[in-house]
């Protein structure tokens, strides 16, 4: 049976255990911790059913205060428990400090001691290993000297014969290149010298017939294409010369052709100038008499316009002379003096019409 199970417990004290239990923590010091905790516990049952007879709506002033009072036991009872936790955790915090120190020392004390036995069970394998590396280092060297592969030749694991073959066979196809080279080199010097032989012989005959052979590769070019260049050079000067002389020829002509339209244009213009002066001489003699038709006519058309004006005027003469009677009779009406205000304004009236015909009269006359 599990130790814990041997206490006396309460519902809490159950709870705790289940805690207790699944934290896998040792027996013994789960049991001493729990213990620790169970006062408080039982101080929260007591105020538990201390808090069960207090009603939750409409409490009297004795109930608020003993609600006050279990608040204030609640909060110093879960105080109390946070400082025994602070307690317990810096306690546990100390000891796992004290764990690494002191299996820090054992740690860097043992490190030590075992490299340099370590050193001693090694020796030989260590001096195996320098011994190859050397090897290899030393067959490097002598590679990267006649240029034979280091990186997918692994001269690492030839045996000293396979590493003397492949040297000497590396050495044997560096002595082959060297003289194909030499060969293609005196192949080469050989050719040079002919083509500068050609060179100089082109050279010469390009002087000779005047070739512009600047961008010309004289040097490279076949005897084929050198030939046909030199060719199309000298057809192409003897047809610019023959333009040239053409272009002479033509110029004189067209010159001479030119004089005489030049010759042609001016009899022209002098005979187009005598007719246009004599034309300009018989248009103003034109304009003169159109000028002299247009005044009389206008003269004959004013007289004319003059004369109706004056027949029009004597028309309208007795016209004018009856309404002027007219406005004089107008004038001449004898308004009548009346005694009541009612009359007079009658008269005033009348006296004010008069005038505006008269006014009208003499107005529209003036038009006539």
Not at 9 to 26: A, M, Y
Not at 33 to 55: A, G, T, W
Not at 66 to 91: C, F, P
Request: hydrophobic residues 40%; charged residues 35%.
């Amino acid at each position: 049976m599990n130790e814990l199970t041997t206490l006396n417990t309460t519902d809490f004290d159950g709870q705790l255990l289940v805690i207790v239990e699944q934290s896998n923590i040792e027996p013994t010091k789960g049991q001493q911790m729990m213990q620790l905790f169970v006062p408080y516990f039982k101080r929260m049952d007591e105020v538990e059913r201390k808090i069960s007879v207090l009603p939750t709506e409409n409490p009297s002033k004795e109930d608020v205060a003993m609600a006050k009072a279990i608040r204030k036991a609640l909060r110093d009872n879960r105080l109390e428990a946070e400082r025994l936790k602070k307690q317990g955790k810096e306690t546990v915090i100390i000891e796992g400090r004290l764990y690494d120190n002191l299996y820090n020392i054992i740690d860097n004390s043992s490190k030590p001691l075992e490299k340099r036995c370590e050193a001693i069970e090694k020796w030989h394998e260590i001096q195996e290993a320098a011994r190859i590396e050397a090897v290899y280092q030393t067959r490097k060297t002598l590679c990267d000297e006649i240029g034979a592969d280091t990186v997918f030749t692994n001269i690492r694991a030839m045996s000293d014969e396979q590493f003397d073959a492949y040297v000497a066979q590396v050495q044997a196809a560096n002595a082959a290149l060297i003289e194909a080279e030499r060969i293609e080199a005196e192949r080469i010097a050989a050719e040079e010298r002919k083509l500068d032989e050609r060179m100089k012989t082109r050279l010469k005959y390009l002087a000779a017939n005047d070739i512009d052979g600047s961008l010309l590769q004289v040097r490279e070019i076949s005897d084929e294409q050198f030939d046909a260049f030199c060719a199309r050079q000298i057809e192409t000067r003897r047809q610019a010369e023959e333009a040239k002389q053409q272009a002479i020829e033509a110029a004189k002509k067209a010159e001479a052709e030119r004089a005489e339209m030049q010759r042609i244009q001016a009899e022209e213009r002098a005979k187009h100038e005598a007719e246009r002066a004599e034309a300009a001489k018989v248009a103003e003699a034109a304009r003169i008499e159109a000028e002299k038709a247009r005044a009389e006519l206008a003269k004959a058309e004013q007289a004319k316009r003059d004369e109706a004006a004056r027949l029009e005027a004597a028309a309208l003469a007795p016209d004018k002379e009856k309404l002027a009677f007219l406005i004089t009779q107008i004038a001449g009406i004898n308004i009548p003096e009346l005694a009541t205000p009612q009359a007079a304004r009658i008269t005033a009236g009348v006296k004010t019409l008069l005038g505006k015909v008269r006014a009208y009269i003499e107005q529209e006359a003036d038009k006539l």
